[in-house]
């Protein structure tokens, strides 16, 4: 079975300082990883994803992840924070399970920007 | 706009009264999922269908139902409710069920069942 790890349930950064969110997985086959945000009061929007090729990703609203196959990561990065980042951020791995697909969350991290 | 639809946002209700949450897509996706959050434990995946009239249970079934009959409509069915079913729910949709799709999501729907 596939697994994720996001590692810290709560990030608080100041802002203009790095933001920089952990994601670690396990897989016996080659992954498909997510980032998707979660702002409050709403559903889940994708930020980027990693299939195939390049493995620094860049996605919506300057974040960024690499994807590590030696290290299972899928770090999520971004330069400098924003209060508007303020959000619960999930990691997900997505592989065939039989014939359904299947996407597998961490159990997320909140980000708090401090002013 | 592209967007998934649940119905309704918000309910309270009690223990063993039947409820249906509704959730559209006018996407033309085939492939949409049932997913319920709760706190420190992230979205599990309650039901899945593939297509229309292809149905399949996630990883936390019990307790619910689910339909197919149209492309663009995917209810989710509490025959019987129970206070352990209290939780966030929301609704996905992907093109197909290939594992390189990313899903979209609705709102959410936020159940309690007292």
């Known amino acids: 079975a596939q697994s994720v790890t996001q590692l810290g349930s709560h990030v608080s950064v100041s802002e203009g300082a790095l933001v920089l969110l952990r994601c670690n997985y396990s897989s016996s086959v080659p992954p498909y990883l997510f980032w998707y945000v979660q702002y409050p009061n709403q559903g889940l929007q994708l930020l980027l994803k990693y299939t195939t090729g390049a493995t620094l990703v860049k996605g919506i609203n300057g974040f960024e992840a690499e994807f590590k196959k030696s290290e299972t990561s899928f770090h999520l990065t971004k330069p400098s924070a924003h209060m508007s980042d303020a959000a619960e951020y999930f990691c997900?791995?997505?592989?065939?399970?039989?014939?359904?697909?299947?996407?597998?969350f961490g159990k997320g991290t909140l980000l708090t920007v401090n002013p | 706009e592209a967007q998934v639809t649940q119905n309704p946002r918000y309910l309270i209700t009690v223990t063993g009264k039947k409820l249906t949450v509704t959730c559209s897509q006018n996407?033309?996706?085939?492939?949409m999922s049932w997913y319920r959050q709760d706190p420190g434990l992230g979205l599990r995946q309650i039901y899945y269908s593939m297509n229309v009239e292809v149905t399949d249970k996630g990883d936390v079934p019990e307790g619910y139902k689910v339909s197919r009959k149209e492309k663009r409509n995917f209810p989710l069915i509490l025959e019987s409710p129970s206070p352990n079913q209290t939780s966030l729910y929301f609704c996905a949709s992907s093109w197909t069920g290939s594992f390189n799709q990313p899903q979209h999501f609705g709102d959410g729907t936020r159940l309690s069942i007292l």
């Open positions: 997900a791995v997505s592989h065939s399970g039989g014939s359904n697909y299947k996407l597998t």
């Open positions: 996407m033309n996706h085939e492939y």
